[in-house]
Every structure is written in structure tokens, then in C-alpha cells.
């Protein structure tokens, strides 16, 4: 199985602060891309899927870069709430409903 | 209320003991997961099914067994083969889509064998 890697911080950022993550996978065969949110001893959720075009949801922002195989999740004007650990997820093939593969995640502290 | 379950959320059992740990949606999706997460580590997939009555190992399967009798359930055994089975055990399902397959998460079930 392909591997996807992360930063592997932690950041800890003050409130209001932009910061990124920045996520590469090695399959170039690979057509979807997420990002998820984990609180501490939780499910993770779903954030955003991660298009083409890059997309935007409020303050977050995620991009992709196939040639260089990776995929970024900007966050804006970051708030206490969005303190949690952040996955990349990039499914295992070129088929779409082949299983997701994850990163280790990222820790995001935003401090007040 | 649609959703995935799982239960128990919490689970203790002896050495050498099996354990199951169900899995239930009502999503209508096609593709169900289970992962395994370590402290400090990623998801490790180990087993999926994309379809009733058929399932694939992933890349951890050793010392577990599952099942895919219907279409909103997929039950995870693990058995005394595995060797460090503690861990905080995640179920996920999907539709079945050529496109993308976007993965929805249960509450996750921990479990410890002392």
C-alpha cells in the first residue's frame, strides 16, 4: 500500500493566526483526496473533500497539486475550536471506491 | 437518525479471549470499513467490504475475521491470534461510487484486553 505523509507538527498557533498543512501521497493513480478532523479520543469527521480547482469552505481552504503530489489545508483567522488533529485521507487507487489511506495527522493547538 | 453505530463504546476482556464488535448503518451505504487506531499513529485498515457477502483483507488482517451477511452490518471479530489487539477500533462505511468515496465514521469502539 501507497504511503500518505504529513507534517507532523504539533502547531501551535495564537488566535487569528493562518496556518497550513501540507499532506504528499506516492500513488499518482489516486482520485480523491479529504481532509478530517479528529478531537482527542473521537471519530474523525469529515472536513472537506479536496477538488482540482482547489475549494474553499469559510476559512478553510484546500488545495491540490498533482504534479507534485501533495494536497494543503489553509486555515484563516484560526479559532480556539479548531484545535484538534487533522487527516489527510487519499483513496489507495484509481478507482473511486477503493479504501482511504491516512496520514498520521497533524496536532493543532491554537492558543488564546 | 442516520448514522453509523457502534457498540460497545468501551470494551474489557481477558487474554486469549475472542471479542466482537458490531457495526451498524442505516445510510444505505454500500462499502463498509474497519481501522484500527494507536496512540500518536494513523487509521491502519483492516478489512473492507464493497458489497454484501464479500469482503477483502487489508493491510493488518491477521488475528481478525469479519462478515458481510447484510447490507447495514459488518461485525468485527478479533481473535486471541492477535497479538496486540488494545486499541481504539473505528468503523466506517461508503456509497459505492465510481467517483469519490467519501468515508463516515462511527463513535469508535475501545477496547482493552488486560
Known amino acids: 500500500r501507497k504511503e500518505v505523509e504529513q507534517d507532523p507538527g504539533p502547531f501551535n498557533v495564537p488566535e487569528g493566526a493562518t496556518v497550513a498543512f501540507n499532506c504528499t501521497y506516492s500513488?499518482?493513480?489516486?482520485?480523491?483526496f479529504f481532509w478530517y478532523r479528529q478531537d482527542c479520543r473521537k471519530e474523525p469527521k469529515l472536513l472537506m473533500s479536496v477538488y482540482s480547482s482547489g475549494n474553499e469552505d469559510g476559512r478553510f481552504t484546500a488545495q491540490l497539486n498533482r504534479a507534485s503530489q501533495y494536497i494543503s489545508l489553509l486555515i484563516r483567522d484560526s479559532k480556539l475550536s479548531d484545535s484538534a488533529t487533522y487527516l489527510c485521507a487519499v483513496n489507495g487507487g484509481s478507482a473511486g471506491n477503493t479504501p482511504l489511506v491516512f496520514g498520521k495527522g497533524t496536532r493543532l493547538s491554537v492558543i488564546a | 437518525d442516520g448514522g453509523i453505530t457502534q457498540s460497545p463504546k468501551y470494551l474489557f476482556r481477558k487474554e486469549g479471549q475472542n471479542v466482537t464488535l458490531s457495526c451498524e448503518q442505516n445510510?444505505?451505504?454500500?462499502?463498509m470499513y474497519w481501522y484500527r487506531q494507536d496512540p500518536g499513529q494513523g487509521l491502519r485498515l483492516i478489512y473492507y467490504?464493497?458489497?454484501?457477502?464479500?469482503?477483502q483483507k487489508g493491510d493488518i488482517a491477521e488475528g481478525y475475521s469479519v462478515s458481510r451477511e447484510k447490507k447495514e452490518s459488518f461485525p468485527l471479530t478479533v481473535t486471541s491470534a492477535q497479538k496486540n489487539p488494545t486499541a481504539f477500533y473505528l468503523c466506517a462505511s461508503s456509497p459505492r461510487n465510481r467517483e469519490s468515496n467519501e468515508q463516515f465514521f462511527g463513535p469508535g469502539t475501545r477496547l482493552t484486553v488486560l
Open positions: 445510510l444505505n451505504h454500500d462499502a
Open positions: 467490504s464493497q458489497i454484501v457477502n464479500d469482503f
Open positions: 500513488n499518482s493513480a489516486s482520485q480523491s
